[in-house]
């Protein structure tokens, strides 16, 4: 599977959009892009994934860059319960995911 | 609907002590099932993954152990728990939720395993 790098940290204010990025130079063309999050001491969470086009759900969107090596995860109107820790991760080869150490999003009111 | 349990939610254990963690998915049959382990402040470690009854794959070497005694079952075992055995245990299974032809992971609420 593809690394992915993610800034460790990052501070948005309560209700402004939060955009994640994430770099993945070395993905291939059938490996897709997920996005989790982790609240402290639960599971992560699956917030969106694609592999192209530009995806939105009731989470988040999701931009592709054109040629596929970045993404951004956004959250259109942060609030202080979607402080967590982000994970961006490219490729499920039969699950093996590798987890970096993610983005620490900080919402501040 | 698919749910996936874990048990228990927290465990202090001695050193040297044996350890048995368990992991079951409701919902879905043969599940593709996953165990992490996560210390504290870092990103998810995979340590075994099953695809079937009887079958499991190793990551890494250590020392654990995991078994898949039924379809919905997986288990992380231990003999003799060491300090470095301390983290966040996470179980997974592949699913295909989200109204795609894509799998997803999704995890259990996980195990907090602190050892003395």
């Known amino acids: 599977d593809a690394k992915t790098t993610q800034p460790p940290s990052m501070d948005c204010a309560e209700g402004r959009a939060a955009n994640l990025p994430c770099n993945h130079s070395t993905i291939s063309g059938n490996e897709y892009v997920y996005w989790y999050r982790q609240i402290h001491s639960q599971g992560p969470q699956y917030i969106i994934h694609?592999?192209?086009n530009n995806e939105t759900n009731e989470m988040a969107s999701l931009i592709i860059t054109e040629d596929r090596k970045s993404s951004t995860l956004i959250l259109p109107h942060a609030t202080l319960r979607d402080t967590a820790v982000y994970y961006c991760i490219v490729g499920f080869n039969a699950g093996k995911s590798t987890f970096g150490d993610g983005t620490t999003l900080t919402v501040k009111p | 609907s698919q749910t996936i349990h874990q048990w228990p939610a927290t465990l202090v254990q001695p050193v040297g002590s044996p350890l048995s963690l368990e992991c079951t998915v409701e919902g879905t049959s043969n599940p593709n099932l996953y165990w992490y382990r996560q210390a504290a402040g870092r990103g998810l470690q995979l340590l075994f993954y099953?695809?079937?009854?009887?079958?499991i794959s190793s990551e890494v070497p250590q020392n654990l152990s995991a078994s898949r005694p039924q379809d919905r079952q997986f288990i992380l075992s231990s003999k003799k728990l060491l300090l470095s055995d301390s983290g966040f245990y996470l179980c997974a299974w592949i699913g295909n939720l989200t109204g795609t032809h894509t799998d997803t992971q999704y995890f259990g609420p996980g195990t907090r395993l602190t050892v003395l």
């Open positions: 694609g592999l192209k």
């Open positions: 099953s695809v079937g009854i009887g079958q």
